[in-house]
């Protein structure tokens, strides 16, 4: 156990935090490009398991990163771009959101279904995250993109992939005004989010540090 802590502390501070270093500004938008990046972690979880000769699939990788308080890499990308869009959204950065990032007025928020019946046809998951968005939107801390996104740069920019994400979000998360509570509690959301269905919790180390 005591190795394991040791191998894993070494990993976020020598590999992960190099990841981390302005990935509001780099970070992959192609899924060829996250899973290359992904692999480097699942090297690094073996390691720390002391498990390089087996091969995961993907519910076991998400266990072994669960039970170690690890995030896949792009979820925690996704961490790191809603607590920087938390300080712009609250005037605490030099960055300012574009004009084309508005609040939903009322009168559109009172138009908005809370339910939404998808064609046979269309893709479950996907209709389940476009009825979770409209839910969402309904609140006051809304925001809507003005623009539409024609290309894929744009839709890969900062402020258009943060409102769709921030749109996402519980109410009781988005109407937060202090970081530290935010962080908590947006950590919490992603991590249940991306680890809920799977099985009990290894023998592993478990460390909660936000990191």
């Known amino acids: ?6 191998r894993r502390a ?3 501070a020598v590999v992960r935090s190099q990841f981390e270093h302005c990935a509001q500004v780099w970070r ?3 899924e060829t490009t996250q899973n290359k990046l992904e692999r480097i972690q699942r090297r690094a979880v073996k390691w720390i398991l002391s498990e390089e000769g087996h091969s995961y699939n993907e519910h076991e990788y998400l266990m072994r990163l669960r039970d170690l308080d690890l995030l896949p890499l ?4 996704l961490f790191s771009d809603l607590l920087l869009f938390f300080d712009i959204y609250h005037g605490d950065s030099c960055l300012k ?7 939903l007025s009322q009168d559109q928020r009172s138009r908005l279904r809370t339910k939404i019946v998808p064609p046979k046809d269309q893709d ?3 209709a389940c995250i476009l009825s979770q968005m409209r839910q969402s939107r309904t609140d006051p801390f ?7 996104a024609r290309s894929a740069s744009f839709k890969s920019s900062f402020f258009f992939r943060c409102v769709q994400e921030w749109s ?4 009781e998360i988005k109407e937060l005004d202090l970081k530290p509570i935010f962080k908590e509690k947006l950590f919490e959301h992603i991590k249940n989010e991306t680890f809920k269905g799977l099985g009990p919790e290894l023998e592993v180390t478990n460390n909660s540090t936000l990191e």
């Open 168 to 171: 996402l979000l519980p109410s």
């Open 10 to 12: 070494f990993y976020l």
């Open 28 to 30: 992959p938008s192609s």
């Open 97 to 103: 959101l574009p004009e084309y990032v508005k609040h």
């Open 74 to 77: 792009n979820r925690r990308f």
């Open 142 to 148: 809304s925001l809507r993109c003005e623009v539409d």
């Open 1 to 6: 156990m005591k190795c394991q802590k040791q």
């Open 124 to 126: 479950i998951k996907k």
